[in-house]
């Protein structure tokens, strides 16, 4: 089976799609599936792209182009030319949030990683909600197979796109290697929370700061995320930490040097950096809202997000139970990896093509 994968969210810093799309090649690797990334993309999203699929053994179709953009928007609008006429002949194309490319043949399938910009469109950037929406109309008529992150974002596709449930498959995701209880911890000068996301309204960083400063002197908040978009919080205060974007091998420091992780989103498709917490043995508390109920399982204390005070007394919690906590997040992140959902997406796949 020969799968056309688009990489395109490659080009770009990597945050949580981008994660996830270079999981869900390796895994389609690690299974022996035959991958053809592909992107029209600028010369730094090529180096970007060639980075993260590094060591991968894929066929790459990635064409310089000035202003990719507007060149993936403009072929995904006019619907023409085929991919075929690029890649040539494959069994499977799968589209990411990016383009919406044409195909003349084979399986259609794309990835739903949330409904963010149809349920909560004042949480995601304007240009955002009008390139998802493209897509979401594209793939609702045209798409055979859905693959979510989630079981409930499985659930909003069927509800709020009316897609059938028999096109729509759930590949949870996994983590990266690297994310792992043993290695060195990193060193802050003293304990402290850990949280990751980038820094925009979804993510609640504001309701964290509030719920940090309630908490006593001893606990530094360390922050890391790239700068969004909207009002960016105020992290020039005390006992606060603004790191920056970083890289996964200094993640998994952070994440094992933590006394507490912290994940305050209000909406998420999955919640992938609690599970690294979990893999890293980091105890962890997450927003109550039922998206992350999969990423946590049973292994993190929950809080409303909407509150500071409970999200103090949910950190007081996990310091508590920190060793309990510990290893209900390493038996939790067990479950997941990237080879599974490998598997998973090669056998939706395989039934799709046999009912074309």
Known sequence: MRIAFDVSPLSHVRTGVGNYVVGSVRGLVEVGADVV?????????????EDALGGLDVERHLPVLPLAHGWRTAWSRLQRPAAERWLGNFDVLHFSDW?????????????????VPLRY??????????????KYRNAVRTANLFLCNSEYTATDVHQLLDVERERICVAHPGYADVFRAEGERADLGGPYILTVATL???????????????LGDGLALAVVGA???????LLDRP???????????????????ASVFVYPSRFEGFGMPVLEAAASGAPAVAS???????????????????SAEAIAAAIEEALRRRDELVAKGLAHAARFSWRRQGALFLAAYEDALARL
């Not at 469109?121 to 493209?134: D, F, N, Y």
């Not at 925009?200 to 309630?214: D, F, G, I, S, V």
């Open 239 to 257: 006992r606060v930490i603004k790191l920056g974007y970083v890289s996964d091998a200094e993640l998994a420091r952070l994440y094992r040097g």
């Open 37 to 49: 990334a592909f992107a029209p993309v600028s010369a730094r999203g090529k180096r970007r792209i």
């Open 99 to 115: 383009m919406y490319p044409p195909q003349r043949s084979g399986v259609r399938a794309t990835t739903i990683h949330d409904l």
């Open 227 to 233: 700068e969004g978009w909207g009002p960016q919080p």
């Open 288 to 306: 109550a809202h039922p998206s992350l109920d999969e990423a946590c399982g049973d292994a993190t204390v929950r809080a409303d997000p909407e």
């Open 200 to 214: 925009e309204p979804r993510k609640n960083l504001e309701t964290l700061l509030a719920a940090h400063a309630r």
């Open 121 to 134: 469109p004042e949480w995601t950037h304007g240009r955002t909600v009008r390139m998802h929406g493209a």
